[in-house]
């Protein structure tokens, strides 16, 4: 019973848990019951994950007879998948965890009845159709399992499919997944070229032309990209990670976005062999435009979870920007500066699972308790549900990159491999690249406004709303889940080099090189390179910090006055207790919004006001354009219906028409086998 | 660590005191600032009735995060026990994760003046955060390091005058008046709404929280004098350990204090406050500036 057989089993099992919810879903706790079920085999895959990449069980495969009689399906577990089912392992137990105690109303009124048969028989099937791509060991599985993930997640997202943007959102992903796998389709079709051999092996052994190789890449990004949310490729996320319900929000963001960077990974630094250094700067410029497009759109939005889906897209192409330097390194034989840029891409995926999928929980847990997603109905929520709040400042905290905890860890190590790329010798390089570090710095720093506004037009300030003020905290299942998330991301910011050491063999198997052994590090220190250069130590900041606070803390109750009273807020003379006088969310982003948003967004602010003696107030109208959408996607479905309209012309021929066209093609394509033989 | 905290109320007293001369004033005597702490320290803290605890804990998050920031830079020697923990862009994050905590303080009680501080305090740290990696990777490109110890060692030996080196130093003077909100981008000593951003962050503070707050502030200006010090003016800076190096490096270290205070203190005098949507186009400048000298580095190694 090797590993891959207990992979494998897991999957089946998560799948026949599909199966077991269509028959049992209306039956009483049947949801507790299978959400529970569905954490055991996401924990051992999580424990097979880590005790392969500690060597304690070795890489194998298998070839199971399921599948095309011709082929079977081939899987194997190999580093890399090792560490994808650490990150899908981790995401998807502690998600059916939160689940348990999520939107507990569902016997009563057919407003929640909807759980039972839309919700519970495609999530135990969507994460194993997850682990499932994670697995593939062919082209055949990987696409199969691709299209299963983007179907039951399609099906997730409609769920509640009552309300009309929910049908709309729905629509576009599925377009959008269409193009994707149609994409992916192509890139395999040219990596299998020549002898038509399906299994990864075949296609590994397989050699490229140099501009075969890019166009594999291009599709590539098309179509993982896609499913990522890359711009311009990202409408879809924005509108289909909130629609869907909350625990289904985590996971398409938290882990589904990291199996399409799983699917990337393999193709581009795997299969495709020798990539050309000219590749790479796309990649790298990509996912620096992605990330600011991403989080500025965060800053404006007024919905918790768009805020929380455009910030998944600023860190998607953080992500990809640590790639596509990883393979610019590689491509110029720099093997230890590779190393370090896929050791930060790496790290940061799994930084990125550990806190979105904390601070969708979070978002579910207000939703669930005040039924609201809109910003400017919120508020004063530290009160009503502290222990929340808690934890989702810990989630709020990691992903502005705040040190001592992980986001910092991963941006820092995505920033020295920034300042190690003056050593790549081509020129084109050597211009693109600080500009994509501009980017980044802008990004990281738009990201702390971004979850300042969030967490503080959300979770501080007075309630804004009925549904704030009486809001209840979450069940204890649930907080049990984040919480486990909020340790995570405080411990891997404290002990950096530990999860470093930990990715060392997938990034050995990718890059052929591997960062220096961590742990042995004085201190626990992160050393990337070379002792001289840069070391950042997570334990000993944070060491610091608390002995400082505690000094501070001590000092000042021994020499300073205790005493202490409540009062009413300054108020200037006018006492207003309307909690709408406090800031909004549109009025936080006003300033940013001014400043960064009127090139990027077309954002243009009128105000009517009447002249003197008119009664009538006056108005203030903000106006923005989402370019891509407009400019690209419109301009694209306006393209499809005018050809569209254009050949429906064929469907009213007459029969003389229908005849001569008919031949007209039989001639044309006798012709082009004459002329090919 | 304590000489750090020691010296901060002395340099905001110092300048406010040349400031206060150069207004033909005869100003607050320079140890006044210790004076107002003790004065604050002793006071009864009066608490809006909806604070919550995030509010009563910030005041000693971003105390700590600026000491420990404040200590990390190379003061009087370079090389320090425990200097390698954390290096340019750590302290940079550091000091945002102070940032951070504050706004959210500010937007705490749920008042207008506290939002007011906080959205504004957020634009100018989205620009000024930014101008400062930038210029942070400027300064690692010529120094071939972000170890602060390693950057101030070399630009002692080998630096030589460098174009990138003038561009960062005027970036990072840029963005030191506007972290510390010093004028043209805030008055510290306003107390108007119209022309707050630091200060109205922290308008609901009172007593021992405030003295906290008002030292972290001094501890941030202290921060960034002795930064720039370090990195452009390092000359002084005790590298060998020995007793006399170490008096020299106190010594210099002083004077450099010194004069940053009153360079800082004839430049708010000699300029007004900009409009609040003019501080981008200043920022941007900083920008502009860290990104062609990083540019300039990444294409040519002797620029």
Redesign the interface.
């Known amino acids: 019973m090797v590993g891959i057989d207990v992979a494998a089993l897991c999957v089946g099992a998560l799948f026949s848990l599909g199966l077991l919810a269509i028959l049992f879903a209306n039956r009483r706790l049947a949801r507790t019951y299978i959400y529970s079920a569905t954490i055991v085999p996401n924990a051992a895959l999580a424990m097979l994950g880590v005790a392969v990449l500690a060597g304690v069980v070795g890489p194998s495969s298998t070839v199971l007879p399921v599948g095309l009689p011709w082929i079977g399906t081939h899987l194997r577990l190999d580093h890399l998948s090792a560490f994808f089912l650490i990150v899908t392992g981790i995401g998807g137990g502690l998600t059916s965890l939160f689940a348990i105690g999520y939107d507990r109303h569902d016997s009563d009124g057919s407003d929640h009845g909807y759980e039972a048969m839309r919700v519970l028989p495609f999530y135990p099937a969507f994460l194993g159709s997850m682990v499932a791509v994670v697995l593939a060991d062919d082209a055949f599985t990987f696409l199969v399992s691709w299209e299963v993930m983007s179907l039951l997640s399609w099906g997730l997202v409609l769920a509640r499919h009552h309300a009309e943007e929910t049908r709309r959102a729905a629509y576009v992903y599925l377009v959008m997944a269409g193009f994707g796998t149609m994409a992916l389709l192509l890139a395999f079709g040219l990596l299998t070229s020549g002898d038509g051999g399906y299994a990864f092996d075949t296609i590994r052994a397989g050699v490229h032309s140099p501009i075969g190789a890019a166009a594999i890449l291009a599709l590539m990004t098309l179509g993982a990209g896609s499913k990522a949310g890359l711009v311009p490729l990202h409408v879809w996320l924005p509108l289909a990670h909130p629609a869907a319900p909350s625990h289904v929000s985590a996971l398409m963001s938290g882990v589904m976005t990291k199996v399409a960077i799983y699917g990337f990974i393999r193709v581009v630094f795997d299969l495709v062999g020798p990539l050309d250094w000219w590749a790479s700067p796309m990649i790298v410029l990509l996912g620096a435009g992605t990330a600011v497009i991403g989080i500025l759109n965060a800053v404006l939005e007024s919905d918790v979870k768009k805020v929380l889906a455009y910030s998944t897209i600023e860190n998607v192409g953080v992500i990809f920007c640590a790639l596509g330097l990883a393979l610019a390194f590689r491509a110029n034989g720099m093997a230890a500066h590779a190393a370090l840029a896929f050791t930060a891409a790496l790290f940061h995926v799994f930084n990125h699972m550990a806190f979105k999928t904390l601070l969708f929980m979070g978002a579910g847990a207000v939703l669930n308790a005040t039924g609201l997603r809109e910003l400017d109905g919120l508020?004063?929520l530290?009160?009503r549900m502290p222990t929340t709040s808690v934890l989702v400042?810990v989630g709020v905290?990691a992903i502005?990159?705040?040190?001592p905890l992980n986001g910092?860890a991963s941006e820092?190590l995505v920033?020295?491999s920034?300042?190690k790329?003056?050593d790549l010798p081509q020129?084109a390089l050597?211009?693109m690249?600080?500009?994509a570090?501009?980017l980044l710095?802008?990004a990281?720093?738009?990201a702390?406004?971004a979850f300042?506004?969030l967490?503080?037009?959300g979770f501080?300030?007075?309630s804004r709303s009925d549904a704030a003020l009486r809001a209840e905290e979450a069940h204890r299942v649930s907080l049990a889940a984040m919480a486990s998330l909020a340790a995570l991301c405080v411990l891997a910011g404290i002990f950096p080099g530990v999860v470093v050491d930990a990715i060392a063999p997938a990034v050995h198997d990718m890059v052929d090189s591997r960062l220096p052994v961590q742990t042995i590090q004085p201190w626990l220190?992160l050393v990337p390179i070379a002792e001289?250069?840069?070391?950042?130590?997570g334990l000993?900041?944070m060491l610091?910090?608390?002995v400082?606070?505690s000094a501070?803390?001590w000092t000042?109750h021994r020499?300073?006055?205790h005493?202490?009273?409540?009062?009413?807020?300054?108020?200037?003379g006018f006492p207003n207790a309307d909690?709408i006088?406090?800031?909004g969310a549109a009025?936080?982003?006003?300033?940013?919004r001014?400043?960064?948003g009127t090139v990027l967004l077309r954002v243009r602010e009128e105000v009517e006001m009447p002249e003197p003696g008119n009664n009538a107030p006056a108005r203030l109208t903000v106006r923005s354009r989402d370019l891509i959408w407009e400019d690209v996607y419109l301009r694209v479905a306006d393209t499809v219906a005018i050809i569209a309209t254009r050949m429906n012309s064929l469907q009213f021929l007459t029969i003389r028409r229908y005849l001569l066209l008919v031949t007209l093609f039989l001639v044309g394509l006798l012709m082009v086998l004459t002329l090919w033989n | 660590m304590a000489l750090v905290v020691a010296l901060a109320p002395l340099l905001v007293g110092l300048i406010r005191k040349v400031k206060a001369r150069l207004n033909r004033r005869r100003g607050a005597p320079i140890i006044q600032p210790y004076r107002d702490l003790m004065r604050l320290?002793?006071?009864?803290?009066?608490?809006?009735?909806?604070a919550?605890?995030?509010f009563r804990s910030v005041p000693?998050?971003v105390?700590?995060?600026t000491?420990?920031a404040a200590?990390l830079v190379p003061t009087f020697a370079a090389g320090l026990q425990?200097s390698?923990?954390?290096?340019l862009?750590?302290i940079v994050?550091?000091l945002?994760?102070a940032?951070?905590f504050l706004?959210?303080a500010?937007?705490?009680?749920?008042?207008?003046?506290?939002?007011?501080g906080?959205?504004?305090e957020?634009?100018i740290?989205?620009?000024?955060?930014?101008a400062m990696?930038?210029t942070v990777?400027s300064v690692?490109?010529i120094a071939?390091?972000?170890?602060l110890s390693?950057v101030s060692m070399y630009m002692t030996s080998s630096a030589g005058l460098r174009v990138t080196a003038g561009m960062a130093l005027i970036a990072l003077v840029i963005v030191a008046v506007a972290e510390n909100g010093r004028i043209p981008v805030d008055n510290p000593s306003t107390h108007l709404?119209l022309t707050m951003v630091h200060e109205a962050m922290v308008?609901?503070y009172s007593?021992?929280h405030l003295?906290?707050i008002e030292l972290a502030a001094a501890l941030k200006l202290l921060l960034y004098v002795s930064l720039i010090a370090c990195i452009f003016f390092p000359w002084g800076i005790a590298t060998d350990g020995s007793i006399s190096g170490y008096a020299v490096g106190v010594l210099t270290y002083l004077g450099k204090l010194t004069g940053g205070g009153i360079a800082l203190a004839i430049f708010e005098t000699s300029i007004a406050k900009m409009r609040?949507?003019r501080i981008?186009d200043f920022l941007g400048a900083a920008?502009m500036l860290?990104?062609l000298g990083?540019?300039l580095?990444?294409?040519s190694?002797s620029l």
């Open positions: 508020g004063g530290i009160h400042l905290t502005s990159a705040l040190p910092f820092w920033f020295q920034v300042l790329s003056p020129i050597q211009i690249i600080p500009a570090g501009g710095a802008l990281a720093a738009l702390a406004s300042v506004r967490y503080g037009i501080l300030g007075r220190t001289q250069r840069s070391t950042y130590n000993l900041v610091f910090i608390a400082s606070g501070a803390v000042i020499f300073a006055s005493r202490l009273r409540r009062g009413p807020a300054w108020d200037c909690p006088a406090q800031y009025s936080f982003a006003q300033p940013i001014r400043v960064l | 320290m002793r006071k009864e803290v009066v608490l809006a009735e909806n919550s605890w995030l000693y998050m105390f700590a995060a000491w420990v200590a425990f390698w923990t954390a290096d862009i750590a994050a550091l945002g994760s940032r951070f706004a959210l500010g937007m705490d009680i749920g008042t207008s003046f506290g939002g007011i906080s959205s504004r957020m634009m740290a989205t620009m000024a955060e930014s990696l930038l990777f690692a490109l071939g390091s972000t170890q390693s709404e308008l609901e007593g021992r003295a906290m609040v949507f981008p920008l860290g990104l990083t540019l580095l990444f294409v190694r």
